[in-house]
């Protein structure tokens, strides 16, 4: 279990500090993190790093098991709530984005990061969503927070090789000091939350109207194991084409 408490990605927070952090795979000496891409290539580091396959398979249905028991009325307290400034360090695939300028638009904002399997999982569903609504009325903004190697100084390079390696086109903004800034001030106040990999959607004058409390949502892949995701992709979709049409 030593491995995997090394590994575990964005699902629980750190009950023993009480300040919302989770354990990811820590880095080389060259800090050289693994941008993770699937759930399948989650499985193929485990092995990779001494687990049995039978191991890995029982540590992935582990943490799929958090996408049926997150709370995912966790955020409720938030909803009609004006969205707090950005206090991002940095910006790519646009120039820096403020809530002023996004005014009119519906906006979804959400927490990722490159070492994290559910976030991975999430990817399609992120670049299929910004393919379907951008010309419709939403701004999508990918935010970049660091789980291993939080304490790192800011390296843009890291975060322009996940960037590449999920194909975002839409803006990335870079929060690596998130313990103190953006996620902070929207999500780590208040209530407990399951996890930091979160989604806002806020409508056109920038109140918070939905709230995805964290990991992963996708279209149906036929998996038992990722049924909630399928559910909450629909909910996602309802939230956007309900705020658009407003």
């Known amino acids: 279990m030593a491995l995997c408490a090394t590994i575990l990605p ?3 927070q750190d009950s023993k500090s009480g300040n919302h952090e989770m354990h990811h795979a820590e880095a080389d000496p060259e800090n050289d993190y693994v941008t993770v891409k699937s759930w399948e290539h989650q499985r193929e580091l485990f092995i990779e790093k001494g687990m049995s ?4 398979d029982s540590i992935i249905a582990e943490y799929l098991k958090y996408l049926t028991d997150m709370d995912r009325t966790a955020g409720d307290d938030l909803i009609g709530v004006a969205a707090p400034p950005f206090k991002f360090d940095g910006w790519l695939n646009s120039q820096p984005l403020t809530l002023e300028n ?8 959400r927490w990722f990061t490159d070492t994290c399997p559910f976030c991975a999982s999430s990817t399609p569903a992120l670049n299929q969503l910004y393919e379907e609504y951008a010309d419709k009325g939403l701004k999508m903004i ?10 790192d100084p800011l390296d843009k390079e890291r975060v ?7 194909d975002f086109k839409f803006p990335i903004a ?3 000091d998130w313990r ?17 990999s979160v989604t806002f959607i806020l409508d056109k004058s920038g109140v918070i109207q939905f709230i995805h409390p964290g990991m992963e949502y996708h279209e149906d892949n036929g998996s038992e194991l990722h049924t909630m995701c399928s559910s909450d992709m629909g909910r996602v979709r309802a939230a956007i084409e309900r705020l658009i049409a407003k």
Not at 102 to 109: A, D, F, M, Q
Not at 142 to 151: E, L, N, T
């Open 53 to 56: 396959e039978a191991k890995a």
């Open 160 to 166: 322009n090789r996940v960037v590449e390696a999920r």
């Open 174 to 176: 870079i929060d690596w």
């Open 180 to 196: 103190n800034k953006t996620l902070k001030d929207w999500w780590l106040t208040g209530p407990d939350r399951p996890g930091t």
């Open 10 to 12: 964005c699902t629980a």
């Open 102 to 109: 996004l005014k009119g638009n519906v906006v979804l904002v």
């Open 142 to 151: 990918g935010v970049f927070h660091p789980k291993a190697g939080r304490d």
